[in-house]
Structure formats: C-alpha cells, structure tokens
C-alpha cells in the first residue's frame, strides 16, 4: 500500500474520531471526509496492482464500524435507520439563507458526481488490473455505498477470491448481499458471517449484524449472547453503547429474561435521568406540501439523541388527518427502557409522514425537525417541510 493512501486513510479515521468524541458535527465531519474519500479511490486507481493475489484489503477504521453498528442495531430492533448518505452533506436549513441552502445543494451533487466518477474510473482501470485485490475491495465498497449492490457484488467475489481469508470484506458482503434481498440476513449473508466470525471473533460489525440476525428470527438469547460479546469491546465513551444496551434490554424483554446486571453502567455511568424531561409544542404541514399527503398517512413524532445514538427515545403515531397537531413526548413513550428520554439531556424533535406506514424512512416520505432542544423543552413548532430524497 502506498504511503500517500496510508495517510489518507489515517486522516478519515482521525476525522471519525473527532466527530465520536463530539469535536465535530455530523455536517463537518462528512464535508471533510467526502474529498478524502474521492483522493483515496483516485491513489488506488494511480497505484500499480499488488505484486501479487492475496494483497492486505483496506479495512474500515474501527471507528466508521461503530457508527455502521449503530444504525444496524437500530433496524433490528425497531426498524429505524437514521443515517445520512455516505459521503453527503448533512444542513440544517434552519441556520441557512436561501442561497446558503442552493449553494450547499450544489456542493453535494457536485461532490457526488466527482464520486461516482472516480469509481467509474476505478472500474475501468481494474480491467486492467485484474490481481488488485486493493481496488477490487475499494470498488466493492464504494457500489455499496452507492446502493449499486448488483454492481457490488461481482466486485466483492472478486476481491475475496483474491484474498479469502478477510473477515471484514466477508462481513461487508455479507451485509450487501441482506441489502439486495430487502434486509432478509438469513442464507448467504448468514453463511458470511459464520465465516468472518471464524476468522475473527471479535469483528465488531459480524458481531452486530449476526446478533440481529438471530433477533430476526427472535432467537433472542443467541441475539443477547453476540450483542453481549460486542458490548464487552465497545469503548465507554462510543456512541454505539446506548444503543447497544436499549437493544440487548429489548431482546432480554423478548425473550423473559430479568434485565442484565448494570456492569458496563458501573464502568460507563449513564447520564443522570431527568425526572422532568418532557417534551410538547406543535406539528404543522407546509401548505406546499399538503397535496403530497393523505389522510390516513401514517405520522410519527419522535425525540432522539442529539449526539450518539440514534435511536428514538419517545416515538408517537398519529395520522395526517390529526394535523395541525399538539404533542406531547415523555419516558412512557420509550421504545426500550435503557433509552428513555430523561436519560438525554438534549435531543432532537422531528416529525414524518410515512408514505408506507413503515417506521424507516424511505424517499418520498415528508419530514421537519427542530433544532437541538432540552429534553424539558415546551412550545415547539414543528414544520413538515421537506421531502425524504432517494
């Protein structure tokens, strides 16, 4: 591996920890990381093949898993994937002038396009260069983060043919080929991630994701055993903890098992819980938007975590029909008791019409959010007006 990707590699891992420690924000750290990314494919495209199959792949910082593992766990055990597109810039349009909103609009398209060409271009030079399991890898992974899983595919064959013993590549095929077949883990994916466990117990990601596997399929105690493993090597300070704990006390609930003993909390406090957070004000849609939804759509208002999990710590579900509506948010509305909202001093409130009735977002849905807020905040004006894009 050259050293000009070694360092590209370091700086996007520096940049992850910065934004997991709370040095950056969300927003920041994809700005930064998104021309990184694109320097990085362009070296692999500019770096002779290796000189030989069975080259070393890239892996994922550890820190990047963690934060995969967050939104993973959350689908599995609510159905909820708040994560932003990889490589995008995520505004809040609220702090942002018209021209602000048109021009970071701009920015992001452009960047994606800039993107999209340099794995096309990664693409053709890998024709000739057959034996770069490097950017066979690469290749596989930016298709993924694409949603070009039919595109990623072959590469990831190709890429573990050349090097067959890699447990994150497996994982990461295993997590694309669920992808393809609508999140359904089970079959191939599950055969993956037997192998990559195989090879490496510990993989951070494996763990996750066969964890939600077997939750899946509610064999809740082989989910708590693997969620359990990959609780005992989370750093204190991950944003993943929390998450990682509501997920394990819902599978212990599923299945009838007493909550575990709050070790890790010994180790790891939990914030203190507020016994007056609660959270109320009013949703509204746009008059733009109003065509674009019916009735009976389902809508959920939700609070969640300002910073870390992403999981909703007090959801509510009513109907378009109900708008304008007056809410209310408190713990009695907590998907998992080990993330209720007086746990989070300072969250974020939105509010989305399904389209679906699904609680995952998907394009087309209608959305609005309010800035950060305490977890006692009161009067908030809530406006759903935005679209879900693909």
């Known amino acids: ?21 709370g040095a950056i924000d969300p927003a920041t750290y994809a700005a930064a990381a998104a021309p990184l990314e694109r320097q990085l494919i362009d070296q692999v495209i500019a770096t002779p093949a290796a000189a030989a199959p069975g080259a070393a792949l890239g892996r994922p910082s550890r820190g990047l898993v963690l934060a995969l593992c967050a939104g993973v766990l959350a689908v599995a055990v609510a159905g909820y994937a708040y994560t932003g597109s990889p490589g995008m810039t995520v505004v809040d349009p609220r702090v942002m002038s018209a021209a602000g909103q048109a021009t970071a609009a701009t920015d992001a398209a452009d960047e994606e396009q800039r993107f999209a060409q340099a794995v096309e271009q990664l693409a053709q030079r890998l024709k000739e260069q057959p034996d770069n399991a490097e950017g066979w890898a690469m290749l596989a992974r930016s298709y993924a983060a694409m949603s070009r899983h039919e595109q990623a595919l072959p590469a990831y064959e190709k890429a573990l043919k050349l090097n067959p013993n890699d447990a994150t590549l497996l994982t990461d095929m295993a997590d694309t080929v669920a992808m393809q077949n609508n999140r359904d883990l089970e079959g191939r994916p599950l055969q993956l991630l037997d192998e990559a466990l195989k090879l490496e117990p510990n993989n951070i990601k494996a763990l996750a994701l066969i964890g939600t596997a077997a939750f899946n399929r509610k064999d809740y105690r082989l989910a708590i055993s693997h ?4 609780q005992s090597l989370t750093p204190a300070d991950s944003g993943l903890l929390p998450q990682l704990q509501s997920s394990i006390a819902q599978a212990r609930a599923m299945a009838g098992m007493p909550a575990a003993v709050a070790a890790t909390a010994a180790a790891s406090p939990a914030p203190a819980a507020s016994s007056r957070a609660s959270l109320s004000g009013t949703v509204r849609l746009a008059p733009a938007l109003a065509a674009q939804a019916g009735p ?7 609070a969640r975590p300002a910073q870390g999990a992403r999981m909703p710590v007090a959801i509510l579900r009513k109907q378009v029909k109900d708008l304008p509506l007056n809410f ?13 909202l007086s746990l989070f001093p300072q969250v974020i409130v939105s509010a989305r019409i399904s389209k679906s009735g699904q609680a995952a977002p998907t394009a087309g849905d209608l959305t609005g959010q309010s800035a950060v807020v305490a977890n006692t905040a009161s009067g908030l004006t809530i406006e759903i007006n935005e679209v879900v894009k693909p």
């Open 227 to 230: 969620w359990e493993k990959l």
């Open 1 to 21: 591996m050259s050293d000009t990707i070694a360092a590209l590699r370091k700086q996007l891992q520096q940049l992850k920890t910065q934004q997991e420690q």
């Open 328 to 340: 209310s948010l408190d713990d009695s509305q907590a998907m998992a008791p080990a993330a209720r």
């Open 296 to 302: 009976d759509d389902t809508l959920f208002i939700f």
